[in-house]
């Protein structure tokens, strides 16, 4: 087996898949800011994929410059339908396997499958060890402290790397936490200290200032709801670790960047409904920009590229024109 993580520059740097936003079309241009990045899929059900369900096939789609980085994440709760979906994961030609033990998410975990599957750990470790045989490519797992506290934490993770995961990402909160309160990063450190595969810390960064403060002894970071808004933050923290200048993206630069993504979005989908869909993108992405509010109400009311191009260059004009005043 390769494990690709041997071969990526460290820290590892990886965007949190987040469904809805993390599409091939934005993971291309993340990439394309910093070549580094470890892109994972959309959450992808194992039943679906072994049936072959086309929107399923679509959700694992991706294009040449994601490759040597890229993995498909898994979801599900049976050992022989994740063997089969992992086959075909193998025979798409993903670098790797994530297995999520980690999505919240009621509908999810009242099926007994994301996080669910840390309340049931014995079977969690027959899983992974029959996928790890049946594969060749790695096999990581994205997961919480635990599903109501931590207690187990290092318990499970000892057990995981036992049967054959190759890397670990870890959220700093437990499922009966959701997105409320502050990330344990302590736990994460603890597990790094006491595992000797790569692990990978996540939740509330949202700066490079972040990172100089949580990495610690982690082998890398794992980065979502801030790359929305800026996904020039992994360059700039790749950039930060070499020692080299910290820039921040100019309006131009910013602007390029969504007119691209857009014309990705709608290369193979209806123009129509791929703009409308990027409209929630568009709401995270435009903060921060002067007049955003203003910005945003046009945006959300747009349903071709067209449009979408007039009101950005519209916007840089006026904005050239208050910068020179």
């Known amino acids: 087996m390769t494990n690709f993580l041997s071969k990526t520059s460290r820290p590892l740097l990886a965007l949190a898949p987040m469904a809805g936003f993390t599409a091939s079309p934005f993971r291309q241009m993340v990439r394309s800011l910093e070549p580094s990045v470890i892109l994972v899929s959309e959450l992808i059900s194992v039943e679906a994929l072994r049936r072959k369900h086309q ?87 994205k997961m919480r402290l635990g599903f109501y506290d931590d207690k187990d934490i290092l318990e499970n993770t000892k057990n995981f790397e036992s049967a054959g995961v190759s890397a670990i990402f870890i959220h700093g909160r437990t499922t009966k936490q959701k997105f409320s309160g502050i990330s344990n990063w302590e736990k994460i450190y603890l597990v790094k200290k006491n595992l000797n595969i790569p692990i990978i810390g996540n939740g509330d960064i949202e700066s490079i200032d972040d990172v100089k403060q949580k990495i610690k ?26 020692n080299k200048k910290i820039s921040e993206p100019t309006l131009e630069q910013k602007l390029k960047f969504f007119k691209n993504y857009v014309k990705l979005s709608i290369k193979n989908k209806d123009e129509k409904i791929a703009i409308i869909e990027l409209r929630k993108h568009l709401s995270h992405f435009i903060r921060g920009i002067p007049n955003a509010s203003i910005f945003r109400q046009k945006l959300m009311q747009i349903t071709c590229y067209s449009k979408l191009e007039k009101i950005f260059n519209l916007f840089f004009r006026n904005e050239q024109k208050e910068a020179s005043s």
């Open 55 to 141: 929107k399923t096939l679509d959700l694992c789609f991706f294009e040449k410059i994601e490759k040597n980085f890229f993995g498909i994440q898994l979801f599900g709760n049976n050992e022989n339908s994740f063997c089969e979906a992992g086959k075909i994961v193998e025979d798409l030609g993903a670098d790797f396997i994530d297995l999520n033990f980690g999505c919240p998410a009621p509908k999810i975990i009242n099926s007994g499958n994301g996080s669910a599957l840390l309340k049931n750990p014995k079977a969690a470790i027959s899983m992974i060890e029959k996928l790890v045989y049946t594969v060749k490519i790695p096999v990581t797992i």
């Open 217 to 242: 002894n982690l082998d890398g970071i794992m980065i979502g709801r801030a790359a929305l808004k800026n996904p020039w933050i992994f360059s700039q923290i790749r950039n930060f670790f070499y």
